[in-house]
Each structure stands twice: as structure tokens, then as C-alpha cells.
């Protein structure tokens, strides 16, 4: 008797070890692995996970909703514990939240802010997409002496980023009466849609003073497009201070950009992910803050 007693809870006790002891698995879904932008969340989020003891998967939308969405309901169908998401587009993602609602999994929306409501278990870590816009326009209606005409590089208009962005870029110019917007076109996040756009624009002799792009990307195509047309006049602008933004902002080629911290947001995700399968109580947005990176400040974000 004393020895099934002991074997008993010997059992017990190693359930109960396996139990404490199980590693989660977290399913990333993220918009699409050619940006740049996303493959520095990628990487990050891959790092931190790692040092987090979590197992994970990564999927690539491709710039498809329909296909996110799949890719969200395969993770819920294969029982990950947690999804970190990064959607296509941030007013398609209600068939998301009500899955993983259902299924009882907590939601981590990463740098592109959901347009609803999240339920409890669910979360958002990123930048405030008008303050990006605000301190870029800003720093740039400086440059320009509060006087000239503005083009505007907009990302793709399904993203919550781009609409906000572009707004407030739009609300700094209305404040100064020597300022306006004489162009506005988006180039959807990319290089080289962005050289095509302006390109036409410079075909056209728009009068152009400076181009405002919602991120660093497009920035660089405006960039490449006026290198081309030899016209070194023309202000630009970008917003997320990737390593290429930077490298433009040191060679002179960029007026400035603002810095979107791509590591921060990743490891903040993966960090309220972890917390909410540990029932920890988080916050429903977790700000991650921009900076302004010029030509005399860039070598202390080179390490970011």
C-alpha cells in the first residue's frame, strides 16, 4: 500500500512539473516579409522570443487580407497560445479578434493599430501614427522657412499608418499660410513606386519644394528619382530611421527622418504576449515613442 501511495504521488508529481513546466507557442502573422520595415520586426521578434523560451511560428501575408486572415484561423486551429499580429489592413481585422476571442487565445496587434475596439486579452504596441506625421512636418516646415509647396508620399491607404500620417502632415501645413500641399499620391510603402510617382510629378515641372513620404522606403525612391533628374533642390523627408534611412540622412541625400523604433515595438509585443499567457493584466495600447534624426543626431541611433 505504502509504495502505490508513494507511486501515486510520484505521478502526481511529475504532472503537475509538466504542467509549470510547458512552453508556449506564439504564432506571428505579419503583413508582408519585403518590408523593410516588418523584416526588422521579424528579426527582433524572432530574437526575443527565443530569449523568452518561446516557441513560435512566423507567417507572411504577402499583402493579401484574405490570406491573413487563413493564416490567423490555421494558428487558432493548431492551438498556439498566443498571436502576435501585424495586419494587412487595420480596418479588415474584425474577423481576427472575434477567432481568437472565440477561441479564448490572446491577441497582440504590432505596429499597425487596429480601427475597433479591442476586447479584454487583447492588445496594441506601436507608435501613434499622427505624432509621426506631426513631428516630421514640423521638422521639415523648419527646414523650409515656413514657406514652399509640399508633395506628399502616402503608404498604402488600407493601413491606419498612412491615413493618419498623411493627415497630420497635412493639418502642420494648413497652420502656416505660406505653405501648401500641391501634390498627393500614395506609392504603397515601396522604393520603386515611389520613383515612378515622382518621377511623373518632375516630368510634369510641379513646383515642388519638398515631399513629405510616410516612410523611409518611399522617401529614398523620391530620392532616387531626383538624383536622376540631377535636381538636388528638392527637400524630402521619411519616417521610420531604418538603417537605409539613416545612411541617407548621413550622406545629406535625406533631410530627416523620424526614428519608429522597429526593435522596441518587436520586443514590446513579444513582452505583453508573454505577460497575458502568464495572466498578467496589460495595458490596451503601449506607446512606443518617435524621435527626429537630422544629419547632426544620426550616429546615435546607428546602434537602434
Known amino acids: 500500500m505504502k509504495i502505490r501511495n508513494v ?18 507557442t506564439v504564432g506571428v502573422a505579419l ?18 522570443l527565443k530569449a523568452s523560451q518561446l516557441n513560435s511560428q512566423f507567417v507572411d501575408a504577402k499583402g493579401d487580407v484574405a490570406l491573413q486572415v487563413q493564416q490567423v484561423d490555421d494558428f487558432i486551429n493548431q492551438g498556439v497560445d498566443a498571436i502576435i499580429l501585424n495586419p494587412v489592413d487595420t480596418q479588415g481585422v474584425l474577423p481576427m479578434i472575434t477567432a481568437a476571442k472565440n477561441a479564448g487565445i490572446p491577441l ?38 515656413y514657406k514652399g509647396n509640399v508633395a506628399i508620399l502616402m503608404g498604402a491607404l488600407s493601413n491606419e499608418e498612412a491615413r493618419e500620417r498623411t493627415r497630420a ?18 506609392a504603397k510603402w515601396q ?32 530620392i532616387m528619382a531626383l538624383n536622376q533628374a ?4 528638392i527637400l524630402v523627408a521619411g519616417i521610420d530611421g531604418t538603417p537605409d534611412g539613416q545612411q541617407f540622412v548621413k550622406n545629406g541625400k535625406m ?18 504576449a508573454k505577460a497575458l499567457l502568464e495572466k498578467q493584466k496589460v495595458q490596451e495600447f503601449n506607446w512606443i515613442p518617435y524621435q527626429t534624426i537630422t544629419p547632426e543626431n544620426y550616429a546615435q541611433f546607428a546602434a537602434k
Do not use: H
Not at 508582408?32 to 530574437?47: E, G, K, Y
Open 230 to 233: 540631377k535636381n538636388e533642390k
Open 255 to 272: 533631410t530627416l527622418t523620424i526614428f519608429q523604433d522597429a526593435k522596441g515595438q518587436a520586443t514590446g509585443a513579444v513582452q505583453v
Open 108 to 145: 497582440i496587434f504590432v505596429n499597425r493599430k487596429p480601427e475597433v475596439k479591442l476586447p479584454a486579452d487583447m492588445a496594441y504596441v506601436g507608435s501613434d501614427s499622427a505624432l509621426g506625421g506631426e513631428m516630421q512636418m514640423e521638422a521639415l516646415a523648419k527646414k523650409m522657412n
Open 169 to 186: 502632415v497635412e493639418a502642420v501645413i494648413a497652420k502656416y499660410k505660406d505653405m501648401k500641399v500641391i501634390e498627393k499620391q500614395s
Open 31 to 48: 503583413a508582408n516579409f519585403d518590408l523593410n520595415f516588418v523584416s526588422i520586426l521579424r528579426t527582433q521578434m524572432q530574437a526575443e
Open 191 to 222: 522604393r520603386n513606386e515611389a520613383v515612378d510617382v515622382v518621377s511623373s510629378w518632375l516630368l510634369n515641372q510641379r513646383p515642388i519644394d519638398a515631399i513629405a513620404a510616410n516612410n523611409d522606403e518611399m522617401a529614398i525612391g523620391a
Open 7 to 24: 507511486m501515486l504521488c510520484l505521478c502526481s508529481l511529475l504532472l503537475s512539473l509538466s504542467v509549470s513546466a510547458k512552453t508556449f
